[in-house]
């Protein structure tokens, strides 16, 4: 009987009913040679019985120039988002292929949503999911799919995904270093999240400043909203709490804008009384006032990998999934 509307079968998913590889369905459903008659058979009943619709790319039913994939982004706000996106189209025309842009401001719910508008208008998506519940469900689509930097604990029987991620560690230890260089050993951080667990940099920021950093306590964090007023106040929280602390490393731009306008308000400057090391190398870090160091994230390559994955997915659906990691670098600007 096939699975209720809820879940798409998956090439997986036929695979298991006839007892093959996934690599022998694919052969079976594109009608590829060195398959015996009787496993083809085998298979494409599998098929048949579990509804199982491959994609249109793969099957060659659709002209390469009318492939569509679908972009989930958190919000649009942080210029961050905008950046990638560009990567993202950029990399999407090249390959001849629509694209179909959903904000999920990050919730659960929106997350879902978006999801249920890409099952139905697109044959893949990249972007960003935040939530278990729907990087489940986008699992269950049975469309390829690639994220951005997962961050959460995956769900237990969870199967691997194309990701492309940012190698923060190589981040945080170029920063920490040019810090350290510059005399720096009260080193602190405004992390994303006024409450609850540390994000992955922070957690990175955490390990590697207790060890670079000769005498600089790991616990020298503020959790910051999403957003310059965000950063601001977690910038004076930070300096309430630790007044000696002469450099801050900030989860993103938007937060190291925040953490220079309360240096401001304080009558401090940077890099004088407090250097303030940004992450992501937003264009907007140019114009700050001094111009911000920051870590510089190629948005455009997050997008092109993001892309290629997919679309070499789509084309064979046996290719094993893909794990890119993307090097930052450090620009060194005035506020440093």
Known sequence: MPPSSAKR????????????????????????????????????????????RPNRFARGMMRRDTLTLGMVLPNLTNPFFPEVADGVMHSAETAGAHV???????TEDGELAALDLIDRQTDGFVGYLHHPAALAKAQQLGIPFSIFGWDAELPPGTRLFNRVDIDFRDGVAQILAHLSARGHTRIGMLDLGRE???????????ELAASLVPGNPATRIAGAGNSIP?????????????????????????????ALRELERRNLTAPQDCAVVGCDGLAMSEVTNPPLTTLDIDKNLLGARSVEQV????????????????????????ST
Request: no cysteine; glycine share 8%; hydrophobic share 40%.
């Open 100 to 106: 179909v842009m959903v904000a999920t401001r990050a």
């Open 9 to 52: 079968p998956t090439i997986e998913d036929v695979a298991r009913a006839a007892g093959v590889s996934r690599q022998t369905v694919s052969r079976a459903i594109n009608d590829k040679g060195e398959i015996d008659p009787r496993t083809r058979d085998r298979v494409l009943e599998a098929a048949r019985a579990l509804d199982y």
């Open 196 to 206: 609850g667990p540390r994000s992955p940099r922070g957690l990175v920021f955490g």
């Open 311 to 334: 679309v070499a997915q789509l084309a064979d659906p046996a290719r094993p999934v893909a794990h890119t990691l993307v090097r930052p670098e450090l620009t060194v600007r005035a």
């Open 230 to 258: 965000g950063g601001q106040e977690a910038m004076g929280r930070l300096l309430d709490a630790h007044p000696d602390t002469t450099a801050v490393i900030t989860y993103n731009d938007v937060m190291a804008v925040g």
